[in-house]
């Protein structure tokens, strides 16, 4: 085990360093950046969701003063490589890859398709400039639907595919499915809808490209997840060695799964930049935004599950569609994890799944943040379907499902170990914090006076990392690398290829450097966001707190060993007698013996004794023995059957992520999931209209939720069970996005279940509550 | 072309400006003051908010033509020294944002609300930052913050420490 100082930072709501430039206003976020000779980008877009471009007319555009050029599909076709997108490369899981041109050519694809970017002296200039591009448009059928997709005779969205499905329509089953059906008392079937919504973070996308001529260097500032990805997908479209690009990144403002790799419009703004010789911003505006940058979700299931008349839910057979809209880049991923997630901490013996991708004429589907989440809104709305049919009440009917901690571990059906789940604690932790029997007398007495409170629970899991496979192998999630260096001056400087979003590394990341290596928090700086400087790296799917967590403690003793080694010559004692406390190096009970670690940096760089000048070193880590973060919340709702809206009078979360590093940042990342559940099931909804004309472009039409609709939420942390000598952080950036949807739903079916309401969809504003009501009311008032 | 003047964080600044400039992109633009945040165009999200005479104002929906002669403060303004205010102390002590994005909006819609509403409880602050749109923190985190600084400005300085 780690020596542990008094003294931690770790664990302690350390405030955070971002804080003083991000209040101040002194972030530096993409649309700050300021290049000299910059030009600005717009997009001509498609008005159509489908049809054939038959010709660009840009001559009115290119003689506009102020605009220096446009660039059609075609000519940026003959300028970069056409190939699969290198993210459908990565995610696709199997699915077709399209053939695409950068931007369109012989057709669009969705209603706000880019058909050429105008490049002028201003952005103002820019769009004057798009209103000049004349394109003449032939409509084709649009496909709008993954019912209207999965026909035959739909008119393909890639006629290179021929096909509008893409993705394998492939069953696996794990355990005996059909022994555990004909076996059951009872088998129920639904058909459970998840409705499309979106990331909207409060940045768009955007990027400045800057080409420069005389080195060859293209030089790209850009809003990503991952200045490598990005670098990766720009040099692959443009056919240079990625070496000779690089990607810069300072501030995000936000991004929830969108900012992976680089967009169309980026691209072919990075390809502009180089045709041009000059720099070219372009900065996406909420329109394109909430039009073009992608959406998530939209899946659809059918349902059977094998129950016994006890309430044991022994088997799913689920076929899931999904509806990846044009330009498709997440493909086969995110049914092949919803497949491997669905049994949850259950102990359930049979599972039967097969999924169906399609392509439509809509936005993209992309990651948006716990891009699975649709295996616990089934699984957890199933099991309320199946209490509510057999009269047991939500806890129990879980509580009777949810596999044992055993030694050795409970195995989900599709093959990973529950090590260490802590389920059943965290189901029995919110149902006491919220006095479930006293709920329900509540619930009653207020029901007779026509007040229709609900109570909803749900639950989840997450590899995040999940626990190393018990026949031994590599870590989920790869190996995270880090590079650290003491420098002269004293500073500890980690160089991690996380880019940070909103997740506060620069300050998590230093709190676990400066205990490990023991200088104070502040002698720690954080580098993030330069393809030239820090290693290959990713945030996303909740993996920077184990994995650099991970890293940054390992490589933390790493580099304190060297220094130890080099200290050890210059007191002249054993380095196994040394210690690094508050930045200094002493001889173990011999304060009088320190020598600041700047010292030790700078007697090393000396060269006079002859050791490595530099201390410096790699590490890399596999995730140790992971774990997975899991976690129960329940949501108490008041829902008025006269207006359809939905108060939530109290959400309580009961959350394992295993230590945590901060506390305050790990809340904020709960909290902020939630809210987003929140929005996805009262508000927020990503609606085309039947000729696929977006119906969602503006925040008076996406509504998100505001401070007026998210409660005060309570979290609890639970003690985890540890699986590793020294890393048991574990991610928690997408668990209250994936568990608060059915946390809520269940919650209103709860209070409606007077109503006899079913509820078998996931996006609940007031009209649709309305009619739920009214559709099973049949004419009569609610039963008692 | 029109050339105007703005007093922007207590000096007067001179430029010109097309009629159809936005104040936000004025100031952002012709100004470097960059701590104002375009976050939807039309006047929905708050990321914008800019103290113009004293009330809070979208700047993506005033045009900078009409600024002219008129006072201006930015999130730049609120600590010239380039430090945090008190209100901006309390939100950091409050961990109430993540990546900072909305934040100059919120510090400039709460200054002004809490200058004229000093003892305004959680339900007014909610309500005054409900055209704010974080997407997040889920929002207790900023409120927490704001209380924090309308408590710590009654306890008078040092009050609370």
Redesign the interface.
Known sequence: MTQIAAERYTGA?V??S???R????????I??V?LPGMLHAAFVRSPLAHGRVLAVDASAARSLPGVVAVLTGTDLDAITVRGPDPLLAMMGAGASAPDYSLLATDAVRLVGDPVAVVVAESR?LAEDGCELVEVDYEDLPPVTSAVAALDPGSHPVFASLGSNVIGPRKRDEFGDVAGTFAAADRIAEFHIDVHRHQN????GRGCVASYDPGSGVLTVHAATQSVHVTRMGIATCLGMEPGQVRVLAG????S?GLKIGASREELAVAAASRALGRPVKWIE??SENLTVSGQAREESFDVRAAVSDDGDLLGLDVSMVIDTGAYPVMGGMVPMIIEMMLPGPYKMAALGFESTAVTTNKASYIAYRGPWASETFVRERVLDLLARDLGLDPLEIRLRNVAPRTSPPAMMITGRPLTGVTTRESLERVAQIVDLPAFRRRQAQERARGRYLGIGLATFIEAAPGPRAPQGGGGLMGLESMRLRLSEDGILTLFTGQMP????HQTTLAQIAADEFGVPFEQVRVVVGDSDVVPFGLTGGSRSATMTGGVTLHGARQLKAKVLDVAALLIEASARDLEITDGQVIVRGDPDSAIPVAEVARQAASGQLGVDPGLEVEASFDGGEGGWSGGSHCAIVEVDVETGIVTIERYVAAEDCGALINP??VE??I??G???GIGAVLLERSAYDQDGNYQSA???DYL?P???E?P??EIEHLETVPLDADVNFRGVGEGGMIVAPPTLVNAIEDALAPFGVRIYEQHLPPARILELIAKHAEGEGPAS | MTDITVRVNGAARTASA?A??TLADFL?DDL???????????G??G?CTVIVDGRPVRSCLMLAVQAAGHEVT???G??PD???GPL?EA???S?S????????GF?MQATAFLSAHPDAGERE???A???????????????DGVLLAAQRAKAGPGGDQ
Request: net charge neutral; hydrophobic share 30%.
């Open positions: 709501s405030k955070r971002e804080d003083p991000i209040l101040a206003g002194a972030g530096r976020y649309d700050d300021k103002y909207v973070p409060m940045e501030d995000i403002g936000g929830f505006d909420r979003h909103g997740q506060s305050a940042i904020g990342q909290r902020g939630i809210a987003q503006t925040f008076m998100l505001t401070a007026c998210i005060r939420i | 097309e159809r400039k952002r470097d003051l960059t701590g104002t945040h375009v976050g939807c165009e039309h929905v999200c990321a930015t999130i730049e609120l600590a380039g430090g945090l901006q939100m950091r002590d961990h944002f993540q990546c900072g994005f909305c934040t100059p510090v602050i909610r309500e930052l409900s055209g704010n749109i974080c997407r997040c923190t889920g929002y207790q985190s900023i409120i």
